[in-house]
Nanobody, 123 residues
Framework: VQLQASGGGLVQAGGSLRLSCAASGRTFSSYAMGWFRRAPGKEREFVAAISSSGGSTWYAGSVKGRFTISRDNAKNTVYLKMNSLKPEDTAVYYC?????????????????WGQGTQVTVSS
């Protein structure tokens, strides 16, 4: 599985962005998907995950209520809609694929990673 993330950019605090992650291959629906981020000088952290069917989602406490993860299995794409962005959301965002039905907040569980897309939130 190859993953291509896009949609990052520069936005003012309070603004919104939608990230996309397009996957290659015909087995996308067999993978749970996750979004992680790495801020400058910090460790990579979990943001959100979605089950292979799209029926279950999980969020980090810092983004719950502001971010929404979704997927379109017909388009082999997972999305991360980010609202009410804060300067502390500034990071490189990575999508990842984990074989199996359930998502995880633990990055070693993931089998494939995209290249990352930069999100910068100005104050």
């Amino acid at each position: 599985v190859q993953l291509q993330a896009s949609g990052g950019g520069l936005v003012q605090a309070g603004g919104s962005l939608r990230l996309s992650c397009a996957a290659s291959g015909r087995t996308f629906s067999s993978y749970a998907m996750g979004w992680f981020r790495r801020a400058p000088g910090k460790e990579r952290e979990f943001v959100a995950a979605i089950s292979s069917s799209g029926g279950s989602t999980w969020y980090a406490g810092s983004v719950k209520g502001r971010f929404t993860i979704s997927r379109d299995n017909a388009k082999n794409t997972v999305y991360l809609k980010m609202n009410s962005l804060k300067p502390e959301d500034t990071a490189v965002y990575y999508c990842a694929a984990q074989f199996g039905p359930d998502g995880s907040s633990w990055s070693p569980d993931y089998d494939y990673w995209g290249q990352g897309t930069q999100v910068t939130v100005s104050s």
